[in-house]
C-alpha cells in the first residue's frame, strides 16, 4: 500500500455522509484539481473534496468539460489525492470514459480509485447510467450520481436551468429514483427550480447535493475558483448561483504588479532578501 493509501483510509467514507445528512446536518462539497486548493479544501473542514471535469474550464483553459481526458484526470487526481488527508475524495469520470461500453467504463473508473486513489466516482446521467452504476457499487466503488444540468450534454441541453416543464421535471425525479435504487450513495443535482430539487429531496433516501438548485438540497457543491473569485477578467465566475466569498484574483493581480513595479524600481530584492 502507498503511503497516501494509507491516508485514504481514514477518508470521509459514504456511510458517514449518509449518516451526517441522516443527523439533519447539511453535507459540503468543493471542487480541487491541485494539491496546494486540495490542501486548503480539506483543512477547513468540508465532506467532499470532487475532482470535477470543470477542471477543462477551470484549470486547462477548455470551453466546455468535453475535452478532458482519463490521462488529465488521473494527473490531477493524483495531486488532489496527496492534499486530501481527511475529506472523501471522488473523481469525475470524464466524457467518453464511460459511454462507450460498460467493460470500459468499470475500467475507468477502476483506473481513478486504483491509480488516483480517489474514494468514489461521479458519473453524470440518470436512467441511462442507472446499470453502470449498479454494476461499480456492486464490485466496491462509490457513486455520486449527477443529474439536471449535465455538463457533457452541453451540446444537447445548453447551460440552462432544468426540469422547468413537468414532463422534464418527472423524467428528472424517474432519473434520481434510478441513481437512488442502483446504489449511488448522493446524488448532485445542477441548475434545477429550488421546489423541484426540494420534491425531489424530500422523495430521495439518499443526500442531494446541490449546485444552482437552492437551500433545500440535503448539501451544497460549489466549484472552488468561482467561490474564491479565481478566474475573474478571463469570462470565469458571475454564475447567478455563485456566491463570490472572497476576491482572490484581485489580489493576486495587485501581488503581481507590485513585484514588476519593485523590481523595475530597484525595490526587490532589498537587503533583507540577499546574501553576504
Ligand atoms: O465538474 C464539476 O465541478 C462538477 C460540479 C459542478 C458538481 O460536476
Same mark, same amino acid.
Given at each position: 500500500?502507498? !503511503? @497516501?493509501?494509507?491516508?485514504?483510509?481514514?477518508?470521509?467514507?459514504?456511510?458517514?455522509? *449518509?449518516?451526517?445528512?441522516?443527523?439533519?446536518?447539511?453535507?459540503?462539497?468543493?471542487?480541487? +484539481?491541485?494539491?496546494?486548493?486540495?490542501?486548503? #479544501?480539506?483543512?477547513?473542514?468540508?465532506?467532499?473534496?470532487?475532482?470535477?471535469? =470543470?477542471?477543462?474550464?477551470?484549470?486547462?483553459?477548455? =470551453?466546455?468539460?468535453?475535452?478532458? =481526458?482519463?490521462?488529465?484526470?488521473?494527473?490531477?487526481?493524483?495531486?488532489?489525492?496527496?492534499?486530501?488527508?481527511?475529506?472523501?475524495?471522488?473523481?469525475?469520470?470524464?466524457?467518453?470514459? +464511460?459511454?462507450?461500453?460498460?467493460?470500459?467504463?468499470?475500467?475507468?473508473?477502476?483506473?481513478?480509485?486504483?491509480?488516483?486513489?480517489?474514494?468514489?466516482?461521479?458519473?453524470?446521467?440518470?436512467?441511462?447510467?442507472?446499470?453502470?452504476?449498479?454494476?461499480? #457499487?456492486?464490485?466496491?466503488?462509490?457513486?455520486?450520481?449527477?443529474?439536471?444540468?449535465?455538463? *457533457? =450534454?452541453?451540446?444537447?441541453?445548453?447551460?440552462?436551468?432544468?426540469?422547468?416543464?413537468?414532463?422534464?421535471?418527472?423524467?428528472? $425525479?424517474?432519473?434520481?429514483?434510478?441513481?437512488?435504487?442502483?446504489?449511488?450513495?448522493?446524488?448532485?443535482?445542477?441548475?434545477?427550480?429550488?421546489?423541484?430539487?426540494?420534491?425531489?429531496?424530500?422523495?430521495?433516501?439518499?443526500?442531494?447535493?446541490?449546485?444552482?438548485? %437552492?437551500?433545500?438540497?440535503?448539501?451544497?457543491?460549489?466549484?472552488? @475558483?468561482?467561490?474564491?473569485?479565481?478566474? *475573474?477578467?478571463?469570462? %470565469?465566475?458571475? !454564475?447567478?448561483?455563485? $456566491? $463570490? +466569498?472572497?476576491?482572490?484574483?484581485?489580489?493576486?493581480?495587485?501581488?503581481?504588479?507590485?513585484?514588476?513595479?519593485? #523590481?523595475?524600481?530597484?525595490?526587490?530584492?532589498?537587503?533583507? *532578501?540577499?546574501?553576504?
Amino acid at each position: 500500500m502507498t !503511503y @497516501s493509501a494509507k491516508k485514504a483510509v481514514r477518508s470521509v467514507t459514504p456511510g458517514a455522509i *449518509q449518516a451526517k445528512w441522516q443527523r439533519g446536518e447539511k453535507i459540503t462539497m468543493l471542487t480541487a +484539481y491541485d494539491y496546494p486548493t486540495a490542501r486548503l #479544501v480539506d483543512s477547513a473542514g468540508v465532506d467532499i473534496v470532487l475532482v470535477g471535469d =470543470s477542471l477543462g474550464m477551470e484549470e486547462l483553459g477548455y =470551453s466546455t468539460t468535453l475535452p478532458v =481526458s482519463m490521462q488529465e484526470m488521473l494527473h490531477h487526481v493524483k495531486a488532489v489525492r496527496r492534499g486530501t488527508l481527511r475529506a472523501l475524495l471522488a473523481a469525475d469520470m470524464p466524457f467518453l470514459s +464511460y459511454q462507450i461500453n460498460e467493460d470500459e467504463a468499470v475500467r475507468n473508473a477502476g483506473r481513478l480509485i486504483q491509480e488516483g486513489e480517489a474514494n468514489a466516482v461521479k458519473i453524470e446521467g440518470g436512467t441511462a447510467v442507472a446499470p453502470l452504476v449498479r454494476r461499480l #457499487v456492486t464490485i466496491g466503488i462509490p457513486v455520486i450520481g449527477h443529474i439536471g444540468l449535465t455538463p *457533457q =450534454s452541453v451540446n444537447v441541453m445548453g447551460w440552462r436551468v432544468q426540469g422547468r416543464t413537468e414532463e422534464d421535471a418527472d423524467r428528472l $425525479k424517474a432519473d434520481a429514483e434510478a441513481l437512488q435504487e442502483a446504489g449511488a450513495f448522493a446524488i448532485v443535482i445542477e441548475l434545477m427550480p429550488k421546489m423541484l430539487a426540494g420534491e425531489l429531496t424530500n422523495a430521495l433516501s439518499v443526500p442531494t447535493i446541490g449546485i444552482g438548485s %437552492g437551500p433545500l438540497c440535503s448539501g451544497q457543491v460549489l466549484v472552488t @475558483s468561482d467561490l474564491i473569485g479565481l478566474r *475573474q477578467g478571463d469570462g %470565469g465566475g458571475g !454564475y447567478r448561483h455563485v $456566491k $463570490k +466569498y472572497v476576491d482572490v484574483s484581485a489580489v493576486i493581480s495587485d501581488a503581481l504588479a507590485e513585484f514588476r513595479r519593485e #523590481v523595475e524600481g530597484g525595490l526587490f530584492p532589498g537587503d533583507e *532578501q540577499s546574501f553576504d
